[in-house]
């Protein structure tokens, strides 16, 4: 009786593992690098789930070892990356899960805002330079104006995202963008201003289940670094309700039927816009602090939806836990990572802080505008998100996270003759 689990999020694979135990499943991990989930495997006794190493882009040697695998129950794919991988591979061993169309909607950001602008969901439209000859500079002057986003469309970890307010950054995010490798294809969209929030959602046969929302800080314009994350965000009742319903009609105009999904959104002056819809549970410690704050394994529901059972968690009363807060840890500067500072000062102060690791001890720091930078994470606990918010970051203020210079490149400030 098991589970397959195509690659993972960072946390929350101990979690899964308790989950499949609970259920009578063994969890088995495919995976490219099992030393990518350290952490995690450092808290489970030995044995505790199998753990295959292999290439898991290659469908066909995928295939292969899910015809092997005794007893073959379901297949979890909790990531972005690894999305569309997992759904051909439900598709050709007839496993439980969403219609790849769906899967593969949703990992199209511009097709996503398309879908919910046709159904009133949205005020914008994705503008694309899909004709042949068509300037998409031009285009998106005309159709959207100024300020808007461009940015990838299957991109993830707020990577390859441009904010352009005036002409001179448009022309400086177009250039850059020339010089990307994307995932998918440039577009622009309006960009919307508010605070940023997450709503973490649950889903079953067309009906959906707000567990909460968690706050997403963001970093200062034109920059879409995450920074801190608190969950959850306490929001009146009437103002909760209407947040349901509204995610309710989101997920469903996508055909959003089951599972998970993490939704980005902005609370515009004038209601709430889709940032993006991800089909899974919330990356970094989203997962962990929705344990703990609800008081429950949710990782179990994960475990049920991939066997085709309705997950209990859509009607349960939930017992309530601390809220919870999360700081993201990022260097000063780019360069090799060598170690975090003052994480023996954490003991001392509220909250129960922790240090979460990420990066490990060599391993290169080259991007800081996003959230490939982060080295690792300080969580903390309190009675409300926003007391948790506070003691996450005063913990987060006395850690430091340090980088080495890179080396000069090969021959730099040699003299000649």
């Known amino acids: 009786m098991t589970v397959v689990c195509l690659e993972s999020l960072t946390f929350g694979l101990g979690r899964l593992v308790r989950a499949a135990d609970a259920l009578g499943e063994r969890l088995r991990l495919l995976t490219r690098d099992p030393a990518y989930y350290a952490y995690e495997l450092a808290g489970l006794p030995p044995g505790a789930l199998d753990v295959v190493e292999t290439d898991t882009f ?69 503008v694309e330079a899909t ?73 079953w046969s067309g009906r959906t289940r707000l567990l909460g929302v968690s706050s997403r800080l963001m970093s200062p314009e034109p920059h879409f670094r995450e920074e801190i994350t608190a969950f959850p965000v306490a929001f009146p009742e009437a103002r909760r309700v209407s947040l349901e319903r509204w ?89 090799t990572f060598t170690g975090v500072a003052g994480l023996d000062r954490l003991a001392a102060m509220p909250g129960s802080p922790a240090w979460y690791p990420v990066k490990r001890i060599g391993d290169a720091v080259e991007h800081l505008g996003d959230s490939r930078g982060y080295a690792g994470i300080v969580y903390a606990e309190a009675e409300t998100a926003e007391l948790a918010t506070h003691r996450a970051v005063a913990a987060a203020n006395a850690v430091r996270v340090r980088t080495e210079p890179f080396p000069p490149p090969a021959g730099a400030g040699a003299r000649g003759d």
């Not at 031009?138 to 104006?145: D, N």
Request: glycine share 12%; hydrophobic share 40%; aromatic share 6%.
């Open 58 to 126: 290659d469908v066909q040697r995928l295939s292969e070892d899910l015809h092997r695998t005794p007893e073959l129950h379901g297949l979890i794919s909790s990531t972005d990356t690894w999305t569309l991988v997992g759904a051909e591979l439900t598709t050709r061993h007839d496993l439980p899960g969403l219609d790849p169309a769906v899967l593969r909607l949703t990992r199209d950001k511009a097709a996503v805002r398309n879908r919910l602008h046709e159904r009133g969901l949205t005020r914008g439209r994705a």
């Open 131 to 203: 004709a042949p000859g068509t300037d998409l500079r031009e285009l998106l002057l005309k159709e959207a104006g100024l300020p808007a986003v461009l940015k990838d469309t299957a991109g993830t970890g707020s990577q390859n995202v441009w904010l352009v307010r005036d002409g001179e950054e448009l022309d400086a995010a177009l250039g850059e963008a020339a010089g990307r490798r994307l995932t998918g294809r440039l577009f622009a969209e309006p960009y919307f201003t508010g605070p940023v929030y997450s709503a973490e959602t649950l889903t």
């Open 247 to 335: 995610l309710g009609e989101v997920l469903a105009a996508l055909g959003y039927t089951d599972r998970f999904a993490h939704v980005e959104f902005v609370l515009t002056a004038d209601g709430p816009e889709v940032v993006e819809v991800n089909p899974r549970i919330g990356g970094a410690l989203v997962g962990e602090g929705l344990c703990r704050a609800l008081g429950v394994n949710v990782y179990e529901a994960m475990i049920e939806a991939a066997l085709g059972r309705r997950p209990r968690l859509m009607d349960a009363a939930l017992p309530g836990g601390p809220a919870v807060a999360f700081v993201l840890g990022y260097p000063a500067a780019p360069g």
